[in-house]
T-cell receptor
């Protein structure tokens, strides 16, 4: 079993839809949770960074962490065609050094 | 502009040849990393470095080598011992000497094809 599981998609939605992207994990020591966006043939860029449980909002993006369920989510409101990309979740533990990445979910937002 | 550069963007090599991928950063970051990305898999850590002249193996270091002679530079050599070298290679860096720094900044990647 992988430490981090992420549905690869693809996920296709119409412009303006609310998108929900999710990851599950098995290591209860994870405390730091990140979401990266990766456009085709480009390097990932950090979108959101959350410590421990709770929600964090930045513009159209909301990151949510539920440590009791070992489940994290990224919500995108009013999705745009420019949001079409692969979204990678990533997480790491306090005191540990490694960041574990999910395989990524491909998102297509249709105009 | 501050950032990470990787060159070349595309690289083609014959089997049995060593090849070196370049990674340079001007973010004044202490820590640098090399990842490999294959379809359907997460990023896998090859090597990382916390400070100049020091580096550590990641999860899949076999067949790879690195050097860190300057803070700004962290080149990766893919040797002929690497069984399946065709992949997308990503370099990243982060603040401070603690590799527990969570926010990693990535370069644009190098796509290596070995035939």
């Amino acid at each position: 079993q992988k430490e981090v599981e992420q549905d690869p998609g693809p996920l296709s939605v119409p412009e303006g839809a609310i998108v929900s992207l999710n990851c599950t994990y098995s290591n209860s020591a994870f405390q730091y949770f990140m979401w990266y966006r990766q456009y085709s043939r480009k390097g990932p860029e950090l979108l959101m960074y959350t410590y421990s449980s709770g929600n964090k909002e930045d513009g159209r993006f909301t990151a949510q962490v539920d440590k009791s369920s070992k489940y994290i989510s990224l919500f995108i409101r009013d999705s745009q065609p420019s949001d079409s990309a692969t979204y990678l979740c990533a997480m790491s533990a306090t005191g540990g050094f490694k960041t574990i990445f999910g395989a990524g979910t491909r998102l297509f937002v249709k105009a | 502009d501050g950032g990470i550069t990787q060159s070349p963007k595309y690289l083609f090599r014959k089997e049995g040849q060593n090849v070196t991928l370049s990674c340079e950063q001007n973010l004044n970051h202490d820590a640098m990393y090399w990842y490999r990305q294959d379809p359907g898999q997460g990023l896998r850590l090859i090597y990382y470095s916390q400070i100049v002249n020091d580096f550590q193996k990641g999860d899949i270091a076999e067949g790879y080598s690195v050097s860190r002679e300057k803070k700004e530079s962290f080149p990766l050599t893919v040797t002929s011992a690497q069984k399946n070298p065709t992949a997308f290679y990503l370099c990243a860096s982060s603040h401070g000497r603690q590799v527990t720094s969570r926010e990693q900044y990535f370069g644009p990647g190098t796509r290596l094809t070995v035939t």
